[in-house]
């Protein structure tokens, strides 16, 4: 897992990794997010005291990126309930098509591609996600196909 902090605007895309620096956790037997996935502190604010303060409850700021089944997937490291890290949880299939992260806190389950929660209007918020072509000098261990994986906090409407 790799953790790491930023200090940009909050609605600017935010390079993540390649997408081969995510290992598809659906591969392990129990699906836990937590050794395959990669957390970024993306502060809301710009404005520094607001952020210091925020690192108390620097939750917040976090985005938790991981591979599942072979889909990317971009979400808020803390659980809508309670504010539970996400990345203690675990992925599910939902039905064939869909797929959940269970809360290891209470048990609650959200959905990966629309947020929805299993209970009450709780709601998990998704980033966006933007696979790009690599723009820096090739390192010898990627190949060109292996995208660069970029995130930015889905627009509140
Ligand atoms: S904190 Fe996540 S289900 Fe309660």
Do not use: A, P, S, T
């Given at each position: 897992m790799e953790v790491s902090k930023e200090t940009a605007k909050s609605d600017e895309w935010h390079l993540v990794g390649r997408v081969s620096s995510f290992p598809d956790i659906g591969l392990e037997e129990k699906c836990r997010v937590l050794p395959g996935c990669t957390i970024k502190s993306i502060p809301k604010t710009e404005d520094p005291e607001k952020s210091r303060a925020n690192r108390l409850s620097d939750l917040d700021d976090q985005v938790l990126v991981f591979?599942?089944?072979g889909f990317l997937h971009a979400?808020?490291?803390q659980c809508p309930h309670s504010s539970f890290p996400l990345k203690q949880g675990n992925v599910f299939d939902i039905e064939d098509i869909g797929a959940g992260i269970r809360?290891?806190?209470?048990?609650?389950?959200?959905d990966l591609f629309t947020g929805k929660g299993d209970r009450g209007p709780h709601k998990l918020s998704l980033w966006d996600i933007d696979l790009r072509d690599p723009s820096s000098v090739p390192d010898g261990r990627s190949s060109s196909n292996d995208k660069e994986v970029w995130v930015r906090r889905h627009a509140q409407v």
């Open positions: 591979k599942y089944k979400i808020d490291n809360c290891f806190r209470h048990g609650w389950k959200f």
